[in-house]
T-cell receptor
Framework: AQSVTQLGSHVSVSEGALVLLRCNYS??????LFWYVQYPNQGLQLLLK??????LVKGINGFEAEFKKSETSFHLTKPSAHMSDAAEYFC???????????FGSGTRLLVRP | EADIYQTPRYLVIGTGKKITLECSQT?????MYWYQQDPGMELHLIHY???????EKGDLSSESTVSRIRTEHFPLTLESARPSHTSQYLC????????????FGNGTRLTVT
């Protein structure tokens, strides 16, 4: 069965510092991988996705993620945190044979002034 | 911007009442989903549909039911609400192949007293 693990339910960084949110997945077949962001009292918004091809994918708001098959990871990074990045971040995986999206438990990003 | 709408945004209701949470999308997507989001952020798939007259239960058991009579509409019903149903309910849709992302509504926050 596929699953998604996000290390760290809370991550705190200073404004301007590197953001690194970790995501590992388990899947028996090459997966589709997604990162979503959720702001308070809103739904989830797609940040970026990996399907095939280039393993480094760029998304909105300066975020990017790298698919590493050997490490079964899809970590999300941003070189310089902004106060507006404070939100909940979810990693998700979908196997090719299913249209269902399985989510990790989420990471709350706090950005300190 | 994705066009998927959920109503109501907030609902406070007494135990035993019947409720229907509405979800509509204008993108012509054939696949639609309901996720339940716990207060601690984690999302669980409770229902999904791959097209009209197609509905399936998700990974988390739920006492709710769904219907898909029209492509654009995917309502969720609780016949008798209980305090354990208090949660946020997120509706989503997707089209195309496995790499297509889910588009989310803003959610319905349900409180059962």
């Amino acid at each position: 069965a596929q699953s998604v693990t996000q290390l760290g339910s809370h991550v705190s960084v200073s404004e301007g510092a590197l953001v690194l949110l970790r995501c590992n997945y388990s899947s028996s077949v090459p997966p589709y991988l997604f990162w979503y962001v959720q702001y308070p009292n809103q739904g989830l918004q797609l940040l970026l996705k990996y399907t095939t091809g280039a393993t480094l994918v760029k998304g909105i708001n300066g975020f990017e993620a790298e698919f590493k098959k050997s490490e079964t990871s899809f970590h999300l990074t941003k070189p310089s945190a902004h106060m507006s990045d404070a939100a909940e971040y979810f990693c998700a995986v979908r196997m090719d044979s299913s249209y269902k999206l399985i989510f990790g438990s989420g990471t709350r990003l706090l950005v300190r002034p | 911007e994705a066009d998927i709408y959920q109503t109501p945004r907030y609902l406070v209701i007494g135990t035993g009442k019947k409720i229907t949470l509405e979800c509509s999308q204008t993108m012509g997507h054939d696949k639609m989903y309901w996720y339940q989001q716990d207060p601690g952020m984690e999302l669980h798939l409770i229902h999904y549909s791959y097209g009209v007259n197609s509905t399936e239960k998700g990974d988390l058991s739920s006492e709710s039911t769904v219907s898909r009579i029209r492509t654009e509409h995917f309502p969720l019903t609780l016949e008798s609400a209980r305090p354990s149903h208090t949660s946020q309910y997120l509706c989503a849709s997707s089209g195309g192949q496995g790499g297509s992302p889910l588009h989310f509504g803003n959610g319905t926050r349900l409180t059962v007293t």
